[in-house]
């Protein structure tokens, strides 16, 4: 059975959001990504699958390595879904600051 994965499930996992980050700066190989984590280089690469299965990594041969790189653009599913609840938040932040500037203004 082939199970479809999006993004939503990829960046479910702690591990797989730690490697999103490491790549945020720059691209590794999938051993330089491993050596960041205790967890058995198998398992960082069935990690690395899934990421580049959601295609919110890249890959790119360069002699006889793979570098693994982030592609951002397909991050921003995941920040337009976010966005509604950061603007309510802002809202709902910005409500209770202005009724504590009223309550200070009262002593």
Excluded at 10 to 23: F, G, H, M, V, Y
């Amino acid at each position: 059975m082939n199970l479809r994965r999006d993004v939503f499930q990829a960046i479910a996992d702690p591990t797989r959001r730690a490697i999103l980050l490491l790549l945020a700066t720059q691209a590794m190989t999938a051993g330089a990504i491993a050596s960041n984590f205790n967890t058995a280089r198998p398992t960082v690469s069935k990690h690395l699958q899934i990421l580049t299965e959601c295609e919110l990594l890249g890959q790119e041969q360069n002699g006889r390595e793979i570098y693994y790189h982030l592609n951002a653009q397909n991050m921003k599913e995941v920040a337009d879904f976010l966005e509604p609840f950061r603007k309510m938040w802002d809202e709902r932040f910005n409500k209770l600051e202005a009724i504590m500037e009223k309550y200070k203004t009262k002593k």
